[in-house]
């Protein structure tokens, strides 16, 4: 339903097949996420005991699922031919991100984790970080063209990082939802603004969508 939005939303449609395999490679990279994870938890979390929350929230889930579905997009789409276009970015990081959501949801309900599973739900965290990655890869993108080479590290360290701590302050506060009715309303205002952001850019950018060769300085096509 949300991916159905973006791709409604998209000015220059994306070709169902390609989003169609971003979406199953991003279901697929569970796997490797979940093995990585096992790993640092067991080597990591027994040496940082006071630690636990925060990097469990921050590193194990932020981190590390991030960079799983950032390297799909990255991997498999960065050089596509059919990426060309600001919004591209967010749709195909929207694809690798609910795919990934699709099947982290089930394994969640196959450990008994219902509530867990409901939340997430209707808390779509996984799309809403995979707009600001998509946006800001888009001007990595678009960076790389110009021959901008900083700004392009610029923007694919944001593309990360961004949803990384996104991902990692959603995961906290919302472990914590039940320690009390300040938390609760906490976890509200902030999934609220983030939700609104993400609003923001797919309006702004869809209502402005330009190809990623364009050159808003001298309004031409780069060579």
């Known amino acids: 339903m949300v991916l159905y939005f973006v791709y409604k939303k998209d000015p220059k449609k994306e ?3 390609l989003i169609a395999k971003v979406f199953g490679l991003g279901a697929l990279a569970v796997v490797p996420a979940f093995l990585t994870r096992l ?26 699922e991030e960079i799983y579905k950032w390297a799909v997009v990255m ?16 749709v195909y990081c929207a694809s690798a991100a609910l795919g990934f959501a699709v099947v982290e949801n089930i394994v969640y309900l196959f450990y008994n984790r219902v509530e867990i599973s409901v939340l997430r739900m209707f808390f ?12 800001f890869l888009s001007q990595a993108k678009h960076c790389f063209y110009a021959g901008k080479h900083a700004s392009k590290r610029k923007y694919l360290a944001l593309s990360f990082v961004v949803p990384a701590v996104l991902h990692g302050i959603d995961d906290f506060w ?7 009715l300040l938390t609760l309303i906490l976890f509200a205002v902030f999934y609220i603004m983030v ?23 001298t309004n031409a096509l780069n060579g």
């Open 174 to 180: 919302l472990g914590s939802v039940r320690s009390g």
């Open 124 to 135: 779509v965290g996984h799309f809403i970080f995979s707009v600001f990655m998509g946006i």
């Open 195 to 217: 939700a609104a952001a993400a609003y923001f850019i797919i309006r702004e950018e869809a209502a402005n969508d330009r190809s990623l060769k364009y050159d808003t300085a």
């Open 39 to 64: 790993i640092v938890e067991r080597f990591c979390l027994p040496t940082l005991v006071t630690y636990n929350s925060f990097f469990e929230d921050f590193v194990s889930a932020g981190f590390i």
């Open 15 to 17: 070709p169902i097949k």
């Open 75 to 90: 991997l498999f789409i960065w050089r596509s031919k059919d990426y060309d276009d600001f919004f591209d970015g967010i």
